[in-house]
C-alpha cells in the first residue's frame, strides 16, 4: 500500500490526483508546514530534507521523495502502467 504524506499544497494535490488516475489505493497523512512536524527526526528518516510530498511504498520498504509532481508522474506510470 502507499502512503502519501502531505498538506494541501498544489504539488501534494497533483500527486492525489495522479494517484486517483491510475487507480491506486493509498493512505494519506497530513502533515502541517508549521511547527516541528517536518523538523523530528520521524519525518526525517522519511525525507532527510524535511520537504513535502513523499510517498512511502510499504510493499517495496521504499521511499520516494517527490518534491516534484513530474517526478511523481514519471515514477508512478513507469512502475503501475505496463
Request: glycine share 8%; hydrophobic share 45%; charged share 20%.
Amino acid at each position: 500500500m502507499l502512503k502519501l504524506y502531505g498538506c494541501g499544497s498544489p504539488n501534494v494535490f497533483k500527486v492525489q490526483l495522479l494517484l486517483a488516475e491510475l487507480g491506486l489505493d493509498h493512505a494519506f497523512e497530513a502533515v502541517p508546514l508549521y511547527g516541528d512536524a517536518l523538523r523530528g527526526a520521524e519525518f526525517r528518516a522519511l525525507n532527510p530534507n524535511g520537504r513535502l510530498p513523499v510517498l512511502v511504498d510499504a510493499e517495496r520498504q521504499q521511499v520516494e521523495e517527490e518534491q516534484s509532481p513530474s517526478v511523481a508522474q514519471a515514477g508512478l506510470t513507469a512502475r503501475f502502467c505496463r
